[in-house]
């Protein structure tokens, strides 16, 4: 797997030019597969290695009969395309595609992102509305406007992912907004193979959700990657994720969220903590910090850079953004920071850290995380 | 659908004439026109004289006031406009974006009323 990497890292163009997307617009299926999926999705936790090995392949499949056997165009991905498009409002891409895509309710979806049903309804009917009145198409947009949009599709998946994956210790157990987000990415990575870093998000929400058991241990308190039961991490989803990356890399059209898979992979490589390859993740962060120079990339390449080097070259690091006042009111800053101020034995310091972090921490097993971590100093 | 698009810009962005640069950003206009003509879609196009020679007129309680200068005070000013018959907003968003002032200042893309509907 390692090796994989390495070597289509290496291989990767610096400034590759994408090739044309001719391909895009070819694929048939139906509802009937999306349930298939959907059922799939929600048994394969449980299932064993092989069930879920054959439940996979017979969803494909059933999808690829379809796409074989009939001439309708899909229509889900125009569908994906209307409602993340940039003429609406942000707020309302990711209720539109839940909506209409997921079919979820909007009751489901409102309490999902934690704001009252009316205001959801809201939300949606003045997006329809401006999708009538403004007469945005219900069709895949055209190839010049092709690299803007199909980048915002994924973000919006990508964000109701994140949402999902921030909400884990809420008690919200109707909704998963992560396993809405997988089944979205794996339309999207089936209706646009040539663009990988479709199949690179995928597989980064698959590598990041297999570690979900392991985040949360019953008694409601956060469990860091350090120190999280490896044995709970779901094997499938891993290797299922690895699958995909390689084959997205492979295609030499490397991109945000590729890199962010391949560090997911790196991290799900690892046997144990100790033995995590920080060489190859900080070398990943420094490269996905060249197509995202932000403040939350350096905040993580900071901590990676911590673990290859020493905590003081990553603290020497964060104090790159010490002074960006957005960090400042960034809870995993103060934590992160907090961490490598410990691990550099400076004591009073950290605890400041931990306390301010505990002050920007709204959910109760982060909270109780790092009330932990405090009264473990303090002994 | 017909859409409206309306060119703002700072007065003092852009080419001015006798530059270099003013003959190819003329030609991006014709160019526009032209497209926009073979395609149909062309109603009307139009470019305004500068914001200082605006009037802005009033009536309240039935009493007309006419003053000096543009509606709004802003750094960005209308500076023309497209009235075009196409297809959806995507494709006004195409041309929007052929637009060549779009480079420096914004094209802001308002459907026209359906009184019909």
Known sequence: ?379 | MKYILLIYQAEDAGPTPGSPEFGPFMEGYFGLNQELTNDGAMIAGEGLQDGETATTVTVRNGKTTTVDGPFAETKEMLGGFYFIDCDNLDQAIAYAAKIPSAQFGSIEIRPIMDYGQ
């Open chain 1, 1 to 379: 797997m390692q090796d994989a990497l390495t070597s289509a890292l290496s291989h990767w163009p610096q400034n590759g030019v994408p090739k044309n997307p001719e391909n895009w617009l070819f694929q048939v299926a139906k509802r009937k597969a999306i349930d298939r999926l959907r059922r799939v999705a929600t048994q394969h936790a449980k299932a064993p290695d092989v069930t879920y090995q054959l439940q996979m392949q017979e969803a494909m499949k059933d999808d690829i009969d379809i796409r074989e056997n009939q001439s309708v165009p899909d229509e889900r991905l125009s569908l994906i395309f209307t409602c993340c498009h940039p003429a609406l409002p942000a707020p309302a891409h990711t209720a539109l595609t839940l909506k209409t895509v997921c079919g979820l309710s909007t009751a489901q979806i409102a309490s999902a992102f934690l704001i009252s049903e009316t205001a959801m309804a809201q939300r949606i009917v003045r997006a329809k509305n401006k999708i009538k009145k403004a007469g945005i198409p219900f069709t895949l947009p055209d190839p010049s406007l092709w690299p803007e949009r199909w980048k915002s599709v994924l973000a919006v998946v990508y964000l109701i992912f994140n949402e999902g994956y921030s909400a884990l210790h809420s008690k919200n157990k109707d909704v998963d907004l992560c396993e809405e987000a997988i089944r979205l990415g794996r339309i999207l990575a089936r209706l646009l193979p040539k663009e990988p870093e479709a199949t690179g998000l995928l597989a980064l929400m698959l590598l990041s959700h297999a570690r979900r058991p392991a985040r949360q241990a019953e008694s409601d308190i956060f469990i860091a990657l350090k120190e999280q039961d490896r044995t709970l991490w779901d094997k499938n989803k891993i290797k299922e994720g690895q699958a995909l990356l390689i084959k997205a890399l492979t295609q030499g059209k490397p991109g945000p969220y590729q890199i962010q898979a391949a560090i997911c992979a790196v991290h799900c490589q690892a046997e144990n903590f100790e033995k995590t390859d920080w060489s190859e993740i900080t070398a990943l962060y420094e490269r996905l910090y060249a197509y995202e120079p932000s403040p939350v990339v350096l905040l993580n390449a900071s901590v990676a850079l911590s673990y290859f080097q020493s905590p003081k070259a990553g603290l020497a690091s964060l104090s790159l953004i010490a002074q960006n006042t957005s960090m400042q009111s960034y809870q995993p800053y103060h934590a992160a920071r907090a961490d490598m101020l410990l691990r550099n034995g400076q004591i009073k310091l950290a605890k400041q850290a931990y306390r301010k972090a505990l002050t920007l921490t709204v959910d109760e097993a982060g909270r109780n995380f790092l009330k932990v971590m405090l009264k473990n100093i303090s002994e």
